[in-house]
């Protein structure tokens, strides 16, 4: 063989053995699916014109699959009725999903309700495509405001309809390793 073949064959070669070997790293490395989530945003129906809305950016990571208190994001939510009402954001505290369902908690950290700040308050969500469904801890306690101590991840269940349209919630479902 000829000095160049043999270098282009040599070159060749050494592409090759790389090439396979970044492919294997690359797949003996499989990416994680954090453990739960819950995305999205959507405002409630109500016949009476309420503009109510609520948004959810939480997430339960792998590592903490066994313990959805570890869950970390936000929520927020506002109901407001001929210019009168509040509007809150809650930092996460516990998440738990289950198939296209997700209760989650938190405490509120900004409000423009006198008294919220401090309060934990739960949300559930059912991820229903074109028909979520939502439903709030103060359905059945009252405002968050007389609520004392409201337990992580409680919640009602969701009866109130989303506004058409405006649903695009993400339940991510929890799999725990029990």
Same mark, same amino acid.
């Given at each position: 063989?000829?000095?160049?073949?043999?270098? !282009?064959?040599?070159?060749?070669?050494?592409?090759?053995? /790389?090439?396979?070997?970044?492919?294997? +790293?690359? &797949? *003996?490395? =499989?990416?994680?699916?954090?453990?739960?989530?819950?995305?999205?945003?959507?405002?409630?129906?109500?016949?009476?014109?309420?503009?109510?809305?609520?948004?959810?950016?939480?997430?339960?990571?792998?590592?903490?699959?066994?313990?959805?208190?570890?869950?970390?994001?936000?929520?927020?939510?506002?109901?407001?009725?001929?210019?009168?009402?509040?509007?809150?954001?809650?930092? !996460?505290?516990?998440?738990?999903?289950?198939?296209?369902? /997700?209760?989650?908690?938190?405490?509120? +950290?900004? &409000? *423009?309700? =006198?008294?919220?700040?401090?309060?934990?308050?739960?949300?559930?969500?059912?991820?229903?495509?074109?028909?979520?469904?939502?439903?709030?801890?103060?359905?059945?306690?009252?405002?968050?405001?007389?609520?004392?101590?409201?337990?992580?991840?409680?919640?009602?269940?969701?009866?109130?309809?989303?506004?058409?349209?405006?649903?695009?919630?993400?339940?991510?479902?929890?799999?725990?390793?029990?």
């Amino acid at each position: 063989m000829k000095h160049r073949t043999k270098i !282009v064959v040599l070159g060749s070669a050494l592409l090759l053995t /790389a090439g396979a070997a970044s492919a294997a +790293t690359a &797949s *003996d490395a =499989p990416r994680q699916r954090e453990a739960a989530a819950l995305t999205g945003e959507a405002k409630l129906y109500r016949s009476a014109g309420d503009d109510i809305t609520f948004s959810f950016d939480a997430h339960l990571a792998a590592k903490d699959t066994a313990d959805p208190t570890k869950a970390t994001g936000t929520f927020e939510f506002s109901h407001y009725l001929n210019g009168e009402g509040a509007r809150a954001k809650a930092t !996460v505290d516990c998440l738990l999903t289950g198939g296209k369902v /997700a209760v989650v908690s938190g405490v509120i +950290t900004d &409000s *423009d309700l =006198p008294g919220a700040e401090g309060r934990r308050v739960g949300v559930t969500v059912h991820d229903a495509g074109r028909h979520d469904r939502l439903g709030y801890s103060w359905a059945s306690t009252g405002s968050p405001v007389d609520t004392k101590e409201l337990p992580r991840c409680v919640s009602s269940a969701p009866f109130e309809k989303v506004e058409k349209g405006t649903g695009d919630f993400t339940v991510v479902p929890w799999q725990p390793d029990f």
